[in-house]
């Protein structure tokens, strides 16, 4: 197992423990965090079935109450009303301020578990027990907590910590491979922003990642979990080097709300083809090499994942919609783009300075229509 603590100014510190098995002694880990006997579990239809049971039981077993609300699992649950059936339940289950949450389930159970926590009598503790290699490796670290708005990706939300991350290896196996291959877009992620060893590695290792071999899968979830770690503890609300971790996001996530939020392009495919963008873009502004661009594509598409937006199928954009879906990034300062461009693999900066025009025929480029 792999302890990584989270620190930084301004947030209470935790740990992000990695490893197998994590769950099978699952009070024992939790109880120091509960001040009450008492605990309520947040899942989704397809994790709760498969992992939430044996979790409760286990609970139940060393005598803390642990009941499990269930919300219908995809992306579509992350918005006004998961976050209404969510908070309902809470109020029901009469949760009072020294009770803690967990969040059992991938990005979206863990995003608005986090946000519901954050704002449930203006706060209350939550602990994330990620179980999408997603939210091992990025959702449930850092504290950003959010629900969609139909005009743009995680715009009602909070910054607001977990007490502690089990990331079990274990709870990986269920996973369908489509789901596997979306963390995997956020695992490169970590490579392709700051950290070119690690790009390498996971060149010569992804199929091992992808098949979940234990050391490959323990080293990958760690490493990124050790990058974001970082990061978040030097900027946790974003004022600075925090964007980074949004590479690929600008374009990912306005191809997510065209498309609506659904299941046509979950946001792992979307980060994958914003990356993909985001290089090409680099290259073609003279900011990376070609073969740098090129390079970072064939490594994303050997993943299985898509890089370009006509990947996604019976899909079409204009490039001016998606220009205005950007305009809710963020990022976003003072009605300008911002963009997490790439000198090279491992080297990204955030661009301030981007010309909407060069934007636009990039996105004609790639096959919007003008
Ligand atoms: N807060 C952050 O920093 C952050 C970072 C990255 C992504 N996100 C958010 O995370 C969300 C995406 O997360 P995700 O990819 O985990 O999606 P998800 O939560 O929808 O999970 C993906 C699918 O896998 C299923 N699933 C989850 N765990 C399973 C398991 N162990 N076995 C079988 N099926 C399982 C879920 O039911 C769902 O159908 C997006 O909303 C994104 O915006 C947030
Ligand atoms: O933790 C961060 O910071 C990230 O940007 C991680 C991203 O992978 C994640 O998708 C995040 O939710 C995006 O944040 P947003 O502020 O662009 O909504
Ligand atoms: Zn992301």
């Known amino acids: 197992m792999t302890t990584i603590p989270v620190s930084g100014e301004?947030?209470?510190?935790?740990?992000?423990?990695v490893g197998s098995g994590l769950t099978s002694d699952i009070a024992a880990r939790v109880t120091p965090f509960l001040k009450n006997q008492r605990t309520l579990i947040i899942t989704d239809s397809?994790?709760?079935?498969?992992?939430?049971?044996?979790?409760?039981?286990?609970?139940?077993?060393?005598?803390?109450?642990?009941?499990?609300?269930t919300l219908p699992a995809g992306e579509e649950t992350k918005g006004w009303d998961g976050l209404k059936d969510l908070t309902d339940a809470m109020v029901d289950a009469g949760l009072d301020r020294k009770d803690v949450v967990i969040a059992l389930g991938g990005g979206v159970i863990g995003d608005l578990t986090?946000?519901?926590?954050?704002?449930?009598?203006?706060?209350?503790?939550?602990?994330?027990?990620?179980?999408t290699v997603l939210a091992q490796v990025d959702s449930s670290v850092g504290g950003k907590t959010a629900i969609d708005h139909p005009k743009g990706k995680n715009l009602i939300g909070a910054f607001h910590q977990p007490r502690l991350v089990l990331c079990d290896l274990d709870l990986l196996k269920t996973l369908p491979v489509r789901d596997i291959r979306c963390g995997y877009a956020?695992?490169?992620?970590?490579?392709?922003?700051g950290d070119r060893a690690f790009f390498d590695w996971l060149e010569a290792n992804d199929q091992a990642v992808l098949a979940l071999e234990p050391a490959a899968i323990e080293y990958a979830v760690s490493r990124s979990v050790e990058m974001k770690a970082e990061i978040v503890a030097a900027d946790e609300r974003e004022g600075g080097q925090r964007a980074l971790l949004n590479l690929?996001?600008?374009?990912?996530?306005?191809?997510?709300?065209?498309?609506?939020?659904?299941?046509?392009?979950?946001?792992?495919?979307?980060?994958?083809?914003?990356?993909?963008m985001a290089f090409r873009y680099s290259a073609r502004m003279g900011l990376c090499d070609q073969a740098e661009?090129?390079?970072?594509?064939?490594?994303?598409?050997?993943?299985?994942?898509?890089?370009?937006?006509?990947?996604?199928?019976?899909?079409?954009?204009a490039a001016d919609v998606l220009i205005k879906h950007m305009g809710h990034d963020k990022k976003a300062e003072g009605g300008k783009l911002v963009f997490v461009l790439v000198k090279g693999i491992g080297e990204a900066f955030v661009a301030k300075d981007v010309p909407a025009d060069s934007i636009r025929e990039f996105l004609i480029a790639e096959g919007a229509t003008a």
Do not use: C, W
Request: charged content about 15%.
């Open 10 to 17: 301004g947030f209470r510190a935790y740990d992000v423990e």
């Open 46 to 69: 397809r994790v709760g079935p498969l992992h939430a049971g044996t979790l409760s039981a286990a609970l139940e077993a060393s005598g803390i109450t642990a009941p499990v609300v």
């Open 114 to 131: 986090g946000f519901a926590a954050s704002v449930y009598m203006r706060g209350i503790d939550f602990i994330q027990i990620p179980t």
């Open 186 to 193: 956020e695992v490169i992620k970590y490579g392709l922003l």
């Open 248 to 276: 690929g996001h600008t374009f990912g996530h306005a191809l997510e709300a065209e498309l609506g939020f659904g299941a046509t392009l979950l946001h792992g495919e979307a980060v994958a083809i914003g990356m993909g």
């Open 293 to 317: 661009a090129d390079r970072a594509v064939a490594a994303i598409a050997q993943a299985g994942l898509p890089t370009h937006m006509h990947h996604i199928r019976n899909a079409a954009f």
